[in-house]
């Protein structure tokens, strides 16, 4: 075997001996080299670690993790040819704090000379079905920075390594190429898709990640053949009863040249299947490596076996050798431009995942969807308080919110936001988003208060409310409270405000020092079953008008005796609904200009066997409903009119339409405890029309850009029709949506948290709101009542009018402002401290001016010194609005108010790399045949960006 | 923690930072301090690797220990504190085998600077009950020579670590303390005296190994405190579910200070109980350490733990540090001899072992008997192949006669003659034995061919015949065969020859030319039934008279058609026996001028449920017998008398007297195979006569110094009377008798391998002969039908008369002679060739005269180029003969024939150690009252020994 031999006597004459201070010759220079005569088998040895899942982080880490890093460094450092690709950054995180020195200086070396590349490099490897874009980024930003900052330049991922997602976004592959990556790997697709692939040797293809930035979003994808396991009787783990290499020709069990035999017999069928003379072969799986040496030990002689007993496939000589990721993209890529081969190119994603007939891994898009709200939650105050530090200079390693920031990373695992993790492990997620929560709020207080009253002397202290959807708030429960209310998007919104209180009078003062009008309303449940803290009996809601972007305004609360102040409000009459007065069931809905029947319902499919957190199964595809008829009741006030439905005595909905926003109707639903004596229940709302939908329906890649589903079809392969509902399921980070091509009318629901949805039949949408049950799927939780006992609320957001829009704006952009004004809705801070003497500022921007309806200033970090991390997004995609979905351009020469920028450097996505550094392979197929992204910014500090592009800058700034 | 921060600050500062070249700083001064004032708590990092068990050798080693040796070593570099101890040789070697220069230097280092430190070294960790002292010293000496020539001599071991045995022997002591150990430690003893020694701190002490060889024998004993495993909940290892130490003090689950705590209980509740301020505590268990770092990363934390959360004892501050049983043996030196503190002294053994309430391990005493006496055909052979291999000086590293020592010093590890693995590994041990024992045939064939024939040209081809016992051997099947009778023993013997032949009427030519007479009978069972071979139908025994020592005498068969020749030896008229015509059972004996009622017969033990491969525990006490009336035939012949019984279809028996030899009577049985649907059977043979015994029987412990055992009575601790039967057996490897102290009579049985033996009733002496068993003990076997469908064929010696001896010897010095002769019976070479021509040398000896009645040369073989290794035993102890336990001196100037010694330069037991150089701690309990033994020698090369004594010398030689 060529490669071993070659770098055996490298090291006998000291060449790849490298000491520290050597130039390093990492990233491509490093591979092993293919050879275009042979059959290059590249065997990456990996350790796939859950940020969770059977136990917490930290258990994993203590019990598991460490060992394997430690135990991987110093094999690796035996023997130059080893390689070990490392992904979790949150773990490396944990390990490197624990290291000396020396040992730390082997990990550089070892990632300088290209053993120890990093991949993926995120904080964790994110689900891709529940996390919205803002998530991905921004934890994938967290871990680059730790890996930059700590091991250079050769640490820079250039791999995405989604191995165990369940199922596969557009946009990782769109946000995976912006970072820089040149490949993408992933394990898990549906069983057909797999099986159609490997037959038309299209498991390497082209995935083209945005159907608006054209080939910017284009990268190499892989999938693993062997799910991301050893062969089959090849893992050579510790914990594995494999049979080890026994080399001994002497000893009975001596397996050599059969165990060499075994691996050629796999490596020729895998080959067969794959398009280029280039196969990779993973060994490892989950925790593996935990002794690594124990790994190498026989995956070293297994390669030597191939010089041993030369094998070959189609009159190839087989070679063996241990490589990367990396390392395979570019030996495919060099065999794609060598032979002008063009990849297959796929346009469309990876769901719904079934990983076996009729077993759809569908209900993990709707599992503990508590723990779904709680970080859109973490991040709305993670984005709020990065704005706020970078406005007041707070340095990047602030430990608070770096708090936040790490936890919002770990929360991103495909086994926490999923919900597909033991309970005791959903609580540590819990109290580890807690912790950063109220870690940051800690930091944001003395901005705040600082902000507010202009002086660094002052006592002011202000409190998050995390629980004042349950009506229970400590703050508010007093006679006066003062609130800040926080607006983290790039322009100015107005928004309703909802806090619990105990009684029904107060006077409210805004920053003008005018009285503002509000509403009281009693609960509609009483929480105090659901927390044992001391609940309040009423919400008060009010709308914080024309909030300032990126800054805040101050309102005074104080109990008065009076009545409460007389309207001054006009009433929404745009938008209103009508309920039926019998069924007690919404009938029809009027906004944009049209008016459509409708209807709405909760209803629930019995959980069948196999369903649990991660598969949904009903055990029958017509789902029931809760109640044959609903009680209602009227609500109207200043600020919305509602009717609230009681389905049951586990299900209540206020439909609620707001006066000063017609732009959506809400419904506020409380759902649960659910008995799941039946097995379980997995309940749904579900809206029907009379659209002519034609089987089509719509839905988000993870918040951003929209892809067209057809029921009962699969673009890429042949459909087989095993599960009615849940085969027809697909994330819902944001919008779910219907269309009839005839009267131009569309439908939209959006969420407030990620669900699963579907259109199961024409007219219809219908979206998964809960599911507790006690049945289990084959994934290996297996938990005896799953959710079960839990009580969610939750709220969706109806827009209904003609594609076209409202004359002002299409309806997509419609929705699209409405997505972003609840999925970075104001964050509320409170205070019931006796503040009136204090307050010198009660409003602040640190814009000067709102930025365009179809941009958001998506991040706003300190960096460096004097260094900003900013990044620009067009919000709209190329074909959304006529007149929005166009190129933009930002002016950030004078924007901001805090500080002045007089430099700009682009970088790729993730902040990393100087985007005169970003050297991505080509692919041939990759033709720019699509819209081309900018990349020019000029001194005059004017960034133009196209539909959908996100600009990534580093800033050089000036506080003023 | 002192010891910790000294290091670190060494290591700092480059001290501990050993280059290759360094002047090693191994044995006693690597020893961490010991404080005075504290209490030294000594951690030693270890793994038990069992060679094989549930699985083979080579398995456990591929699948196991090659992690185990792997990891370690590297994780040793890591952190020069961190110590391991590595045990079993047989396992060292391959993995040595193994490892390029670089990783072996790295062993070197580690060994150099006492880090990685060697303990027992043996080839295997030996069974005691089971093994013949010849068996351990060799495999002693394979292990410490292997060592020696790799690691040099900071690899000496100064510690016996017996952790597993199932009891143990004083043998063994006295071996290990002759090897030039200081201290020996084990965790297996009767759960009444440990409670008991515990109870009195005294599982530190000083165990006296022999009655005859004085404080020469004495080694200080320490008995672990908590099994051999770590200290409950801190198993660190990948294997185990304890949790981590998880110092991260945000982590939820962080136990640090816990952790330090509950370890410190440990420590002090230990403390409490041991007889210094020191104690060890092992981290460690059966092949743990495969993923070392994993473990060596917390022990880390757990050491550093307490210095930050410092704990006390009695006032005095735990000190916790890396350490080995050799520093902890000499930290408990220095404290005996500053305080002048005697240990308590033990002069008897630790059987029988009951680990729990009515659980005697004394199962494997007896148990998988074919694989006991295969071992001593191994034996003799292998002695005899290194006699041979001096007398023509073929090298030490002969790979053929090496591949015997080895599988013999696998066979003796105490899973291995102990019957205690399982079946396939028992066929593993098999087949390496049989491996060894046909590699070194082919080495032993050419040198007796040479010798023979006076030339290398020839073609002779001389076999062993192993199946002989169940009447298979293809070259006797022959018309004409050759026999080379191999006498291994230092003296001139005379020995029954028994072959299996075709045909009833033979010539047989002995060197002299005489024709030899015979006698040939029907086999007595159809062996066929149990080999697949073909089998020949009669037995053919002759004496082969006056067979010279270290020599061979050649006998040619011819088959005639005439009558066998007529007698012409005179019959034994000494020793005769009765048998009763009614029951057919042995009704008396006459030997050595006395006349004994004796009863013989076979009876069985049902096996209760707890029986298997280690532990005895019958359904009832009371054993049934076979057969109320046993079949009988008398065989009268010319080279012995007999008596066939047939007790059932799977019980029979020859009782034989040879008419050249009066010293005994044999008992020739063939047991099985067992019915095991009533749960098993243990088939014991009994002796029964009047003597008065008074409750005391006596056993041999390793085939050596004999040990007077009491019914129902330990010397050490309270007896508990839980298994009447298994509760008093005891471990036969030669001998069981009992005393009449009125009378003077004595009775023995001696063995053709080790069992399991007692006195159950005064006068009655019952071994274990075979057991097979469907039930299960709780040692992890688990066997479904242990030992099912097994024959097994073996002898008893019986010897009768008074202790005072038949007038030129003790009863004791007669005994000692007959197991002697049978322990090293000739070993028959054949070949069935036509070798008349080429048959120039028909006898030979490589002794020039017998060496007397009470030595034995123990040892004979080649060592290094011109040194042969030489061991001289004095074969009675002190009290058995008047006139042969007396200092004996060996002439060894002009002893040899095929070499003349020019120097002899003693050493220790295994020949690692020149005397000069052995240096052994010194106790304060251990005074010279017992006789001095001899070390002296001169230039006349006159060697005296004590009774009992061995003493060990490298020879250099010429070659005559």
Redesign the interface.
């Given at each position: 075997m060529w490669v071993a031999t070659l770098c055996f006597f490298l090291v006998a004459s000291g060449v790849l001996s490298k000491p520290v201070d050597d130039e390093p010759t990492c990233g491509y220079d490093a591979c092993p080299l293919s050879d275009p005569a042979t059959l290059n088998v590249h065997v990456v040895p990996h350790s796939h670690d859950d940020v969770g899942w059977l136990k917490?982080f930290?258990?994993y880490y203590?019990?598991d993790v460490?060992?394997v890093i430690?135990?991987v460094i110093?094999?690796l450092?035996?023997n130059p040819e080893r390689r070990f690709v490392q992904v979790e950054t949150a773990f490396f995180k944990?390990w490197w704090d624990q290291q000396k020195d020396s040992?730390r200086q082997d990990v550089i070396n070892l990632v300088n000379n290209g053993q120890f590349e990093i991949i993926n490099g995120a904080w964790s490897m994110n689900d891709e079905a529940a996390v919205n874009y803002q998530y991905t980024i921004d934890q994938y930003t967290l871990g680059l920075r730790y890996l930059e900052d700590r091991l250079g330049k050769c640490s820079r991922p250039r791999v995405g390594w989604q191995i165990d997602p369940f199922g596969h976004s557009r946009e990782q592959a769109s946000i995976s190429a912006q970072l820089g990556f040149d490949s993408l790997y992933f394990a898990r697709l549906d069983y057909r898709d797999k099986i159609n692939r490997l037959s038309k040797k299209s498991g390497d293809l082209l995935w083209r990640g945005s159907s608006s930035l054209g080939n910017a979003a284009d990268i190499f994808t892989s999938v693993l053949y062997n799910h991301y396991s050893a062969p089959p009787g090849f893992c050579f783990d510790?914990?594995c009863d494999d049979?080890?290499?026994?080399d001994?020709p002497e000893?009975?069990?001596y397996n050599y040249q059969n165990r060499v035999e075994t691996f050629a017999n796999f490596v020729r069928e895998q080959a067969s299947k794959y398009p280029t003379n280039n196969i990779i072969v993973v060994m490892g799986d989950d925790f593996r490596y935990?002794?690594a040496?124990?790994s190498y030990?026989n995956t070293d002689r297994l390669i030597a076996g191939f010089d041993l007993f030369p094998q070959t496939f189609q009159g190839k000589t087989i070679k063996v050798f241990y490589s990367t990721p990396s390392c395979y993209a570019k030996a495919v890529n060099d065999y794609a431009i060598t032979n002008d081969y063009n990849l297959e190119i796929k346009t469309d994603d990876f769901f719904p995942y079934a990983d076996g007939v009729g077993n759809l891994v569908v209900g993990y898009f709707t599992s503990r969807p508590a723990s779904k709200r709680f970080v859109r939650d973490g991040n709305i105050l993670l984005q709020t308080a990065k704005q706020l530090a970078a406005a007041v200079n707070v340095p990047y390693d602030n430990v608070e919110i770096n708090s936040l920031k790490e936890a919002m990373g770990v929360l991103q695992h495909h086994d926490a936001i999923t919900g597909t993790e033991l309970i005791d492990v959903t609580h540590?997620y819990h109290?580890l988003l807690h912790k950063g929560i109220s870690d940051t709020s800690d930091a944001v207080d003395p901005i705040l208060s600082n902000l507010i009253t202009g002086s660094g002397d002052n006592d002011l202290q202000f409190k998050s409310c995390l629980l004042a959807n349950v009506s229970y708030c400590p703050e508010t429960k007093s006679d006066q409270f003062t609130l800040v209310v926080y607006n983290p998007l790039s322009r100015v919104v107005s928004s309703p405000i909802s806090v619990p209180v105990d009684t029904e009078t107060w006077s409210i003062v805004d920053p003008e020092g005018q009285e503002v009008i509000y509403q009281v309303e009693p609960t509609v449940i009483d929480f105090s079953e659901i927390i044992p803290e001391a609940v309040s009996p009423f919400f008060l809601e009010f709308v914080a008008t024309d909030l300032p972007p990126f800054g805040y305004k101050v309102y005074t609360f104080a109990k008065t005796e009076s009545a409460k102040i007389k309207s001054v409000t006009v009433g929404n009459e745009d938008t209103s609904f009508e309920v039926d007065e019998t069924t007690g069931l919404l009938t029809s809905v009027t906004m944009n200009g049209v008016t459509l029947d409708i209807s709405q319902d909760f209803l629930y499919y019995t959980s069948g066997g196999g369903s649990q957190a991660y598969v949904f199964t009903p055990a029958s595809n017509d789902p029931q409903t809760i109640a044959s008829t609903v009680t209602t009741s009227v609500v109207e006030g200043d600020i919305y009119s509602a009717v609230v439905q009681e389905f049951s005595d586990w299900a209540h909905q206020t439909i609620k339409v707001y006066k000063h926003d017609s732009s959506h109707i809400e419904f506020d639903y409380i759902i649960g405890p659910l008995d799941i004596n039946d097995g379980g229940k997995e309940v749904i709302s579900r809206f029907t029309t009379s659209l002519n939908t034609e089987g089509a329906f719509y839905t988000d890649s993870n918040g951003r850009e929209t892809l067209k589903r057809v029921r009962n079809y699969r673009p890429d392969y042949e459909y087989t029709d095993e599960q009615p509902v849940s085969g027809n399921y697909y994330p819902i980070t944001s919008k779910l949506a219907i269309k009839d091509e005839d009267s131009g009318l569309e439908v939209a629901v959006l969420n407030d948290r990620s669900q699963g949805g579907s259109s199961i039949e024409d007219g219809q949408l219908e979206l998964m709101v809960h599911r507790a049950i006690s049945t289990s799927d084959a994934f290996g939780l297996d938990e005896q009542e799953y959710d079960h006992g839990i009580v969610i609320r939750g709220k969706h957001y109806l827009v209904v009018g003609p594609s076209s829009g409202n004359g002002e704006k299409s309806l997509a952009a419609i929705e699209r402002d409405v997505v972003q004004r609840k999925f970075l809705q104001p964050w509320v801070f409170v205070t019931n401290q006796d503040v009136s003497d204090q307050l010198v500022n009660l409003q602040f921007s640190n814009l000067k001016t709102s930025l365009p309806d179809n941009v958001q200033l998506l991040t706003l970090e300190p960096w460096k010194d004097n260094t900003i991390l900013l990044r620009l997004e067009h919000v709209l995609e190329k074909d959304d609005d006529p007149n929005l979905s166009v190129d933009v351009t930002v002016d950030l020469s004078d924007l901001f108010v805090a500080f002045t920028i007089s430099e700009l450097a682009e970088t790729t996505l993730a902040g990393n790399i100087p985007i005169d550094e970003y050297e991505p392979l080509h692919w041939p197929g990759s033709t720019n045949d699509t819209p081309k992204v900018r990349r020019d910014v000029g001194a005059d500090l004017q960034v133009t960006l196209s539909p959908m592009q996100i600009r990534t800058f580093l800033a050089t700034v000036t506080y003023n």
């Open positions: 917490t930290d258990q203590f019990q460490q060992n430690s135990s110093v094999a450092k035996l944990k040992v510790i914990v049979d080890p290499i026994i001994d000893s009975p069990d935990q002794a040496l124990n030990i540590d109290r």
